[in-house]
């Protein structure tokens, strides 16, 4: 119910409401305000600060309605051009994606304008349009929002056109590469690169991109090595010991590169640096074991026992039976064939399948022969040989065989005229098949 021929004075009351937070009051009076003086030189302002509290409270088509009898009712053009501009970004926010771009194609063209434009139509998924919409922008090559089109853009490609797409990722990495969403689009062109086919040019730039801009970055391990298996080895190495400039790597990281280098020689270089101090966590125990695994591939026998055993003294045990397995053909590699039967001994008794223990004691009954308990060595063997003589794989029948074959031998040194019968019949029934 206010009441004044005063302008000045409505829109000093509506600042004091505002100030003191009476939002609601402020923007009623705003309105009236712009009612009353359209052609004031606080006119713009008003509507400006009036359509901020509406959308503050979520009423956005209030707001664009407000902005739009400002156009209509002022005599300067510019201040209605802007009004009808912030009435479209109230309908885009309001979620009115059609009537925001009716009042855009009304308005001459200007960068933020196209820019919402591609916007809203992007929401209502005409990716063909908004392409048209934005794709000029890029003719302006220092548009501060230059990123920020390419984004939307490359968003469209995906759903349009996968090629332009690609292109126009690799121009936001090569313009922009401190952007904070590079690793991002990385990964995109990574995929895009691998399902077409791409040359290997396109790895070997998108490697060194990495390298030079985003070592650092969680994703930097996974790109780096998935580009390095794609070109040749020279240019793999090279591009791989780029990696190894980096201060440090996390456990994942690491499991990562155990996993998917190339050669023994690379796994060994990177270990050999980085290695960490054990942990009783499940990432750090694994990577002990891999590297337990690789120390064992290299012939270290002494380090593979010590990680083997730091790994079992652990409170909770990271895959015991692998460990333990590995830790009796360390020891037998050492000649240390006491201590190794005792862990495998120790292994047998743990639960496992039959194929498991058979896998223990084709190791232990060998162990026993060595040491000239032919005795044991035959009883070890028997037992992990099938009642029926079947195996369920080639692997399998090859550690059966190799079983029966040890029984052989050692009968004749015993006197085991029945073991050798017995095994004799079980090797030609399994070598006949």
């Known amino acids: 119910g206010f009441q004044s021929g005063e302008p000045a004075l409505l829109l000093m009351t509506a600042r004091k409401f505002l100030a003191a937070g009476k939002k609601p009051e402020a923007a009623a009076l ?41 156009a209509s009712v002022t005599k300067d053009s510019a201040v209605g051009e802007q009004a009808r501009f912030l009435a479209a970004q109230c309908r885009y926010r309001g979620g009115e994606y059609a009537e925001c771009l009716k009042l855009l194609d009304l308005l001459p063209a200007t960068p933020e304008r196209a820019l919402l434009a591609g916007q809203a139509e992007m929401k209502r998924k005409r990716y063909p349009e908004a392409i048209r919409r934005l794709e000029p922008l890029l003719e302006k090559k220092d548009d501060p929002a230059r990123s920020e089109v390419l984004k939307l853009l490359i968003r469209c490609g995906t759903e349009a056109d996968a090629a332009r797409a690609v292109a126009w990722a690799e121009l936001l990495l090569h313009e922009d590469p401190a952007n904070s969403e590079g690793t991002v689009y990385a990964g995109y062109l990574l995929d895009a690169y691998r399902k077409n086919r791409a040359e290997k040019e396109k790895f070997r730039t998108l490697g060194n ?75 750090r125990c694994a990577l002990f074991l891999g590297m337990a695994h690789l120390e064992f591939e290299e012939r270290k026998y002494a380090e593979a026992l010590k990680r083997c055993r730091t790994l079992l003294a652990a409170e909770k045990i990271w895959r015991y039976r692998e460990t333990k397995l590995l830790e009796a053909q360390t020891l037998l590699n050492l000649k240390q064939d006491e201590d ?28 026993w022969e060595r040491s000239g308990e032919y005795g044991n060595a035959i009883a070890t063997a028997w037992t992990a040989i099938p009642v029926d003589g079947k195996a369920e794989s080639g692997d399998d029948a090859q550690v059966i065989a190799e079983l029966l074959k040890l029984i052989i031998r050692n009968a004749d040194k015993v006197g085991g005229a029945e073991d050798r019968r017995d095994a004799e019949e079980i090797l030609n029934q399994l070598t006949a098949k």
Not at 38 to 54: G, H, I, V, Y
Not at 258 to 268: A, C, F, S, T, V
């Open 30 to 70: 705003f309105q009236l305000f712009l009612k009353e003086a359209p052609d004031s030189p606080d006119t713009a302002a008003a509507a400006r600060q009036c359509a901020e509290l509406l959308i503050d409270a979520g009423k956005f088509r209030e707001a664009a309605d407000t902005l739009l009898t400002l």
């Open 209 to 283: 991109w990495m390298a030079r801009y985003q070592l650092g970055a969680p994703e930097a391990v996974p790109v780096i090595l998935q580009c390095s298996t794609e070109l040749p080895p020279s240019e793999r190495d090279a591009l791989l010991q780029k990696l190894l400039a980096r201060d440090s790597f996390r456990d994942a990281e690491l499991l990562v590169l155990m996993e998917n280098l190339p050669d023994r020689k690379w796994k060994m270089e990177f270990f050999n640096r980085f290695a960490p101090k054990f942990a009783d966590n499940p990432e």
């Open 340 to 367: 190794a039967r005792r862990c495998l001994q120790e292994l047998l008794q743990a639960p496992q399948t039959v194929a498991e223990k058979r896998q223990a004691a084709a190791l232990l009954a060998p162990s």
